[in-house]
């Protein structure tokens, strides 16, 4: 199943006019790391413990309580009704996340509990084929207009790819050189982050009155995480 299609298909309405603008890059998330349990067993029982199991497992401790894998499932879902998040923060995700714009970066980057982030520096990285990352303008019904708008971007674009290679070329240095790019400019980055500050992202991303270029990155994560640890996020889904 694939959560918040509609959404995403009303963001991704003009990426067939994206395809070929000058520099353009699409987003792209994967999910290289999880947390995975070791083998574990005790005198007394011998439990099947998964990623997804581990929040309502070690939640047991409190109580000192015993369950199955099955009983563990649902007792996430207990924890998230009662608001009891500590436990989610045993499970440990590692993305890779490409085709985001600086602006982006902004603004995930002031998800500051339990989440951080390795972004690739333009000071050290030769920039001089870097992309940019167009605008939705998802809000646009006017297929002319958005083509007019899509030709502005790939003029400011084009020229400050320009003069940013022209300087780097005359010796400035690139952590000077980047200034001249706008906030469209892309990058890429490893996040760290766990269930607990994901579902605290989500709460606030998956909404529609975030950004739409935050909003579609939360919408892709949340696919890929109900793939993997779907007890941990499906109540945050809404839709039909």
């Known amino acids: 199943m694939k959560y918040f299609e509609k959404e995403l298909l009303e963001i991704n309405k003009w990426e067939h006019l994206r395809k070929d603008l000058f520099r353009n890059e699409e987003p792209e998330i994967k999910l290289i790391a999880l947390t995975q349990p070791l083998d574990y067993s005790d005198s007394s029982s011998s439990v099947?413990?998964?990623?997804?199991?581990?929040?309502?497992?070690t939640a047991r401790q409190s109580h000192e309580s015993k369950g199955s894998y099955e009983d563990d499932i649902q007792l996430n879902k207990k924890l998230i009704f009662w608001k009891h998040d500590t436990p989610f923060e045993a499970v440990q995700y590692v993305f890779h996340v490409s085709g985001i714009s600086k602006s982006l970066a902004g603004q995930w980057t002031r998800h500051r509990t339990g989440i951080g982030w390795t972004f690739r520096s333009t000071r050290y990285v030769d920039a001089s084929q870097n992309k940019f990352i167009y605008p939705a303008l998802e809000y646009l019904n006017d297929e002319k207009l958005v083509r007019t708008t899509y030709k502005v971007y790939e003029s400011v674009h084009s020229?400050?790819?320009?003069a940013y290679n022209v300087l780097v070329?005359?010796?400035?240095?690139?952590?000077?050189?980047r200034r001249l790019m706008p906030v469209g400019w892309s990058t890429s980055a490893y996040c760290y982050t766990n269930a607990r500050s994901?579902?605290?992202?989500?709460e606030l991303r998956l909404s529609s009155h975030a950004e739409w270029e935050i909003r579609r990155l939360a919408y892709m994560m949340f696919n890929i995480l109900m793939e993997h640890t779907p007890s941990l996020f499906e109540d945050l889904y809404k839709g039909e």
């Open 48 to 57: 099947c413990i998964t990623s997804e199991s581990l929040p309502g497992f």
């Open 169 to 177: 070329k005359n010796g400035v240095k690139n952590q000077e050189a």
């Open 198 to 202: 994901l579902r605290h992202f989500f």
């Open 159 to 162: 020229q400050a790819l320009t």
